[in-house]
């Protein structure tokens, strides 16, 4: 793949946070979630992530973000609370005017994108979890033990996050890829240190440890495939089968091997790439959309309510927290879906 492909852009966030993202590929929308440890340009180009991504964009069109607070996406923010993550993918994926989409939810990012399809059920046509977790050593019914391991973590980012300390950076990679090379490992110190601030990575830490999603789960509607690496040091296997079995009728695969994230050369690579090539395969376009025509979505409903009261796009993004160019995007989907090839009569601004 040429790495060179992919194209980077910004949307602004309900409370003006500045989020980045990434497109690259062609076919139908996959959006992978924003999680920790991302940096839209260094992953990239990077030895760790670059076969995902070319596998991902195979047939897709993969979109990634970086999270509030690291990578391209405005670093100084004070708001890093989960409701905050959930608003951004919602702009994000509302900046491309994307009507449905599949999601991929990768550690803590799939807890994200768990909580996005039980709020926007017509939206999600597939999602699909990696390594994902029910809820953080932070919250209701977990052990001390739990606790203590997850503060401990939590220093030990304080102290090393970034640096290339041999016995730090030995700890930390033997989390994410224990059976990685020393570039690989190395690479990854370096992608802690452009990815976020030290202050920044612990917040994230223990906000990624106050999430809960178990109320959510039951909610997904979405056919749901689940991936969890068997010795994976970073996210329990028991986490990963929690998950699938609170999820309606989701499928869960197991994965042999230790690493976090999957390296090409391990069996594991080979199972999760034919799993979720079959997985995706199998997503269609309703058919209302195959005849060029399908039924609004909520949010579309709600802008064309307002223009049809005269409202001006101004003033609809300032009612419903979005951006003015979330507003002309919804308006473009709505005449595209309702075959209207004129403006008027739909507010005094229209779409310009």
């Not at 970086?66 to 994000?92: K, N």
């Not at 309606?248 to 197991?254: G, I, L, Y």
């Not at 993004?317 to 209207?340: C, D, G, Q, W």
Request: aromatic content about 10%.
């Amino acid at each position: 793949m040429n790495r060179t492909q992919q194209q980077i852009r910004f949307c602004t966030s309900f409370d003006g946070t500045r989020i980045a993202y990434a497109t690259a590929g062609s076919g139908p929308p996959l959006v992978r979630v924003g999680t920790w440890l991302t940096h839209l340009e260094l992953d990239w180009e990077g030895p760790i992530w670059s076969h995902w991504f070319e596998e991902l964009s195979r047939n897709h069109t993969l979109v990634r973000y970086d999270l509030r607070g690291s990578g391209l996406s405005d670093r100084s923010v004070d708001d890093l609370s989960f409701d905050a993550w959930l608003r951004d993918l919602e702009v994000v994926v509302d900046d491309l005017g994307l009507d449905q989409f599949s999601l991929l939810g990768l550690c803590k990012g799939g807890a994200i994108a768990v909580a996005y399809a039980a709020r926007h059920l017509e939206r999600v046509r597939r999602l699909v979890l990696y390594d994902t977790y029910t809820h953080g050593a932070f919250t209701k019914g977990t052990s001390l033990s739990e606790r203590r391991k997850a503060e401990a973590l939590a220093e030990m980012i304080r102290v090393g996050w970034g640096r290339h300390n041999a016995a730090y950076r030995k700890v930390f990679a033997n989390l994410f890829i224990p059976e990685g090379s020393e570039e690989q490992k190395s690479w990854l110190a370096e992608l802690q240190r452009q990815s976020a601030t030290t202050e920044t990575a612990v917040r994230l830490w223990r906000r990624f440890h106050e999430v809960d999603i178990r109320d959510l789960a039951p909610q997904v509607q979405a056919p749901t495939l689940a991936f969890h690496v068997e010795n994976d040091a970073m996210v329990p296997f028991q986490e990963g089968c929690r998950l699938a079995s609170l999820i309606p009728d989701a499928r869960f695969v197991p994965l042999d091997g230790e690493n976090h994230i999957l390296l090409p050369d391990e069996p594991a690579w080979d199972r999760f790439v034919s799993e979720l090539r079959g997985f995706l395969a199998e997503e269609e376009l309703p058919a209302s959309e195959a005849d060029g025509f399908c039924e609004l979505t909520p949010r579309e409903r709600e802008v064309l309510d307002l223009m049809a009261r005269g409202i001006s796009n101004a003033d609809i993004a300032e009612r419903l927290f979005i951006s003015p160019k979330t507003v002309r995007n919804h308006i473009t989907r709505i005449f595209r879906k309702l075959r209207v090839s004129r403006q008027a009569g739909f507010g005094r601004n229209g779409i310009a």
